[in-house]
């Protein structure tokens, strides 16, 4: 018994070393490559702007003016906000703004469904750029300008830095550095690699054909994580997304563990799902390179959460006993520390440091709970659910954001 449990450990062990050896390639490669400056220039392509909204009454409208307001020459770009089973109160007060409403309604609703529904009802001759918001999404001031600017570039596909508009509670405040966290190895990190950035499921701006074309496959259509097919659709068609740092999204985090952990379980779901994309026929298809097992290798990485988990574990098993606790440390206690201290720095390192406050050491109180929602959530995955697991946003900030 013992045996297989050391077995079990080293398992572990190799599996930390890569994922912790793939973070510090990571923090070396921002730290040397020079991030593209995108700024206003004369020439603006006509941009769509498409907010799905499903029952966010509370926040719609908020959001709409937002998006109108957004300074971007007016005649350049416009505002669809996708209203599925809204309140004909709310429509009706969307209708008094200058954007254009499309109401649908499914029998199973879902983020793709209404992006496939809008897409094919606007006039793609009439618009240059598609970019996709949700409902609480508000666009830092500049936003439409940088993506037109990297579109001029060459870029077909472009992600947006997506940061907490809400840090009212210290769930919400993890929530925040664990987006930033996201955004800097997943994003701005495989930039500085020459790979592409990944899809944050809002604040994505894709040629229009492009994107419309995506949205026109059967696959995406019942699919809740639309944001991964479209990464791995884009992966099939060459395309790297861009990343733009310094074009801010604001997103509403979640401020509860309860609403924390229905957002990660739909995670889960979408993540076992995918990984089970790359034994479908199409993407056994793909040439075997970089590109494809750095997209593979993001699948392999557990969420922070497990990783704690996971450490946690062996560091129990570990001090279970004099007889038992060293015979469990494979490959040995030093090899361990370093690895777990290796993993520690290259995480702090992509902190941003407005995030290292007395108020982020005092949330840090709040992980027991959150990891312990995750582990039970993977007792709760149903990777054949169709219906769309949704949590009502509610904070609403100034537009001054």
Known sequence: MLTVLSYAVLGIFLYLSVCTLYFVVIAIANGVQKEPDYTTISSKRKVAVFIPCYKED????????????????????????????????????????????????????????????????????????????????IMSPGTLEKVNHAFARGARAVQCRRIAKNLNTPVALLECINEELNNVIFRQGQRSLGLSATCAGSGMAFEFGLLKAIFNQEVILHD?????????????????????????????????????KKQRLRWIEVHLKHMGRFLDRDMRALPIDRHLLNKIMHYLILPRSFFIALILLVVVMGLAGPNVGPALWTPGMKWWTAVIGLYAIATFSFVPARYMTKDTLMSLSRLPGIITSMVVNLFRVRLGRKEFLHTEKKFIRSRSL
Do not use: W
């Open 224 to 260: 809740t994580g639309e944001d991964k097919e479209i990464d791995l659709q884009l992966l099939k068609m060459h395309v790297p997304v861009e990343y733009i740092a310094e074009a801010y999204i604001y997103d509403e985090k979640a401020s509860d563990v309860q609403t924390l």
């Open 58 to 137: 509370t926040i719609i409208l908020d959001t709409a003016r937002a998006a109108i307001s957004h300074p971007y020459p007016t005649a350049d770009f416009d505002v669809f906000v996708i209203a599925d089973s809204m309140r004909p109160e709310t429509i009706e007060r969307l209708r008094a703004l200058p954007v254009h409403v499309i109401e649908v309604r499914f029998d199973v609703s879902s983020k793709s469904r209404s992006l496939h529904a809008a897409l094919n009802c606007v006039d793609d001759a009439r618009y240059d750029i598609a970019f996709v918001l949700d409902a609480d999404n």
